[in-house]
Every structure is written in structure tokens, then in C-alpha cells.
């Protein structure tokens, strides 16, 4: 059986150091949360790596996000796809965690992409308009696209609603019946 031997000076005086190093990361990151800054911790352990949302002030609204019927997405200016809710998925007829990250300049027609960029250029980001969504099955259908400039953390982007022309007609109903007009 191997003894071990006594540590010096030298070796004390590394590990005191890369545990004071260890503390201000760990005091770092828990100032992180406090104050807002994180919104989920990913945590490995035997199973694979799990990842955790924290809650706070925006819960409620997130939430509101990906209840509604609507698509909703936030856009980078160069259209990066930030954040979709399940319904945009839906309409494009794609994974959730493959609309995340990808551009939505894929999910319209050339002719509308045009069109869309227009728009934006024409309303500085703000306008209301109808267009052909393309799944990635090559479908089109009939949206309505609102876009409005949206603040995010240090920089600007845009908030998009998708709404699906099809299924307004549906909700309306016949002109004349219970509910409709």
C-alpha cells in the first residue's frame, strides 16, 4: 500500500488558490441568478445532462406565449430564429428544436420573402401582412405575419404572430351563425 506523502507549502499554497478561484466562480454565477441573468441551468450527472428553468417575472408570459393559437417568434434583424412557440412548429410542419436556431426567410416562398423584406424595410420592422407559409413538406397555406421591433438583452430584434388564415375563417364561422357577425 502506497503512503502518501505530506504536502508542501507550494502544493498548499496551489490548491488555496484554485479554490479561491472555484468560490468566485460559484459566487459569480449564483450573483448570475439572483439577479436575473439565467434563465435555466443545465445539470450533467449519470443520466445525461439536464436542464432546469428558473421562474420568475416572465413565467407568466412565456407561458401565455406558448398557450396561444398563434405562432410567435422572436427574430435576430437578420432573421435567427431566438425563440418559437409550438404552434409556429405546428404551421411549418417541422421539430420545435429545428425551427429554433434556423432563419425564417425558409419557412415563405421566394416570391413572399421578397415581399417580407420589403415590408420591413418600407415600416422599419413594424407592419401587418398576409402571406404564403411554406412547411417543410412544401405545403403552403394562407398567414397573416405581424411584426413589431422588440427589445432583447443588449441588443434589438423582432417579435413575429403567425396567425393562420385557414383556421381564422374556421374560428369565425358562417357569416350570420351564433358568434359570427
Known amino acids: 500500500m502506497a503512503t502518501k506523502s505530506p504536502l508542501t507549502c507550494e502544493d498548499l499554497a496551489a490548491e488555496l488558490a484554485e479554490t479561491k478561484l472555484r468560490l468566485a466562480e460559484a459566487e ?7 439577479g436575473g441573468e439565467v ?15 428558473l421562474e420568475g417575472a416572465e413565467t407568466p408570459y412565456r407561458s401565455l406565449v406558448e398557450a396561444i393559437s398563434e405562432g410567435a417568434l422572436l427574430l435576430t434583424p ?3 430564429i431566438l425563440f418559437a412557440n409550438a404552434t409556429f412548429a405546428a404551421l411549418v410542419r417541422r421539430p420545435l428544436e429545428r425551427v429554433i436556431g434556423s432563419n425564417w ?11 417580407l423584406n420589403g415590408s420591413f424595410a418600407a415600416a422599419g420592422g413594424g407592419f401587418k401582412e398576409a402571406f404564403q407559409l411554406q412547411a417543410e ?20 430584434g423582432f417579435a413575429a404572430i403567425i396567425t393562420s388564415v385557414f383556421m381564422e375563417k374556421r374560428l369565425q364561422g358562417p357569416i350570420g351563425a351564433a358568434g359570427g357577425t
Open 78 to 80: 437578420s432573421g435567427a
Open 28 to 34: 459569480e454565477t449564483l450573483a448570475a441568478i439572483r
Open 105 to 115: 426567410q425558409q419557412y415563405f416562398t421566394a416570391t413572399d420573402w421578397g415581399r
Open 39 to 53: 434563465d435555466a441551468l443545465v445539470v450533467s450527472g449519470p443520466a445525461g445532462d439536464r436542464v432546469f428553468s
Open 137 to 156: 413538406d412544401g405545403s403552403h397555406q394562407p398567414v397573416e405575419v405581424s411584426v413589431s421591433e422588440a427589445r432583447l438583452p443588449g441588443r434589438v
